[in-house]
Each structure stands twice: as C-alpha cells, then as structure tokens.
C-alpha cells in the first residue's frame, strides 16, 4: 500500500497496526482493511490544516515526531500538497538534462567545425591541383623503357610511371586524340607518322620526346597542360600547338 496524498511508502502504528503514515508527507490513514487504506483528514477545532496539530494527533496514534519531506498546506478546504522531495528530484534531473544538452550541443559544434575546416583545407587543395593541371604529381618513370606495339588503328595511352618506346608506326585516326600521356609517363615516339584530328597529348606531369616522323592535326598537333611536357626533335608537325598550365612546355615545334 502507499499513500493515497502522495503515494509515499508508510509507516504503522497501534496494536494491530491499524494506522498508518506516509514517511513522506506524513499523512495520516486509517487501515480498514487488509490492503486498504482511507485517509484521515486531521483539522483544527476551526477547520484548518494545521501541521502541528496533526503531529500531536499522529503522537497520540502511537507515531513518533518525524519530519515530513513534503508539506501539506491548507488551502480552504482542501489540501495542497508540496513534494519537495519530487521537486528537488526533478530540480536535479532538469539541471543535469540542462548540462548534458550542453555537453552534447558542444561536441557536435565542435565535430561540424573540424569537418568545415576539414572540408575547407581539401577544396582548397583541389583548387590549387586543378589550377596546376590535375592531380598531385605521380613519381617519375625510371628504369629501361618498355618498347611498346601499336598498331595505330586506336588511341593510344601511356600512364603512371610508365617508360615506353614506340618506334616505326603509322597511325591513322578518324576521330579521338592520336596518344595521350597522363601521370608521370615518360614516352618517346621515333619516327612515326600520325594523322588524326588531335595528335599528341601530354598531362599531369608526363614527358613526351618525338624523334623524326611527322604528326598531322585538324586541331592541335600537341597539347600540354598542367606539368606537362614535350620536347619535338626534327618533327613535321601540322596544325597547332597549345601549352596550358603554370609548368606545361613544349619545345622544339616549328
């Protein structure tokens, strides 16, 4: 059972324990029955609730002075009760609410920032990597250079550290980009002979050296953007030539 006031447990007095009170806000109830309570309204001669008349009233069933932890306040005819125990309780849980919402509100501010200036550093990084030509420079090709095969009927790409030789090839091409050099490649053409609407491209940080032979273009013969460079040995070059980029270099053209 508990107190039908506030709903705090109780304490028992009489031979048969057939009085009870709240240890919360000490209001007094007489037990009926097994399991059953009824509350009794302990008033003043004039009708008041008064908190030391129902103490003596509480001394007189057999209970011993206790001090409540809610108050009961009069109100006319009708009691108001006061858990001050429940307010501090809730007092408490506010607070701690109040500073864990903190808390947490703090550490995801704190997350967005560092991802805003995460984000920030990598835009700007891949602003000044597009304003440079592409991406951060692959490490140069070394080594014996690989004697490649083309056939000339199909672009042709070099890429990453690779060190080829191509040498003594016809490429006709209707459409496309005739040879494209991406990465750190390092390409030399010796006397070949290419006719397609672009010749030869070279990016990133690539190098392309032409020896001999002779390139053909509706549109640029060679191109180099970024870091990109080509060195033209005693080539027939037809049609353009373009160098976009800070460090992209063609040389040897006429």
């Not at 709903?7 to 048969?16: K, L, R, S, W």
């Not at 858990?83 to 995801?108: A, F, H, P, Q, Y």
């Not at 690989?146 to 790409?157: F, L, N, R, S």
């Not at 490649?185 to 002979?193: A, D």
Request: charged share 15%.
């Amino acid at each position: 059972m508990h107190c039908l006031q506030c709903g705090g447990p109780f304490e028992y007095a009489g031979a048969n324990k057939e009085h009870a009170r709240c240890t919360r806000c000490l209001a007094l109830h007489a037990v009926v029955r097994p399991g059953h309570v009824q509350l009794i309204d302990v008033r003043t001669p004039t009708g008041q609730v008064d908190p030391q008349f129902t103490a003596i009233f509480a001394q007189q069933l057999g209970f011993a002075p206790r001090q409540a932890t809610q108050h009961v306040v009069g109100v006319g005819p009708v009691n108001l009760v006061v858990n001050t125990g429940r307010m501090e309780r809730d007092i408490k849980n506010k607070i701690s609410g109040m500073i864990w919402g903190w808390i947490i509100t703090g550490i995801v501010l704190l997350f967005l920032a560092i991802g805003g200036i995460v984000f920030f550093f990598w835009i700007r990084h891949q602003v000044t990597e597009a304003a440079a030509g592409g991406t951060a420079p692959v490490a140069a090709g070394t080594g014996a250079p690989e004697m490649a095969t083309w056939d000339g009927k199909a672009p042709y790409t070099c890429m990453g550290s690779q060190v080829v030789v191509i040498k003594n090839t016809t490429a006709t091409l209707s459409s496309g980009t005739a040879i494209t050099a991406m990465g750190a490649c390092q390409l030399t053409l010796e006397n070949v002979n290419i006719t397609a609407p672009e010749g030869i491209s070279a990016m990133s940080t690539s190098k392309v050296t032409i020896k001999g032979g002779s390139i053909k273009s509706t549109g640029d013969a060679i191109s180099a953007m970024g870091s990109g460079q080509v060195d033209v040995q005693g080539t027939k070059i037809t049609g353009k030539t373009s160098a976009m980029g800070p460090n992209a270099k063609i040389t040897g053209a006429k």
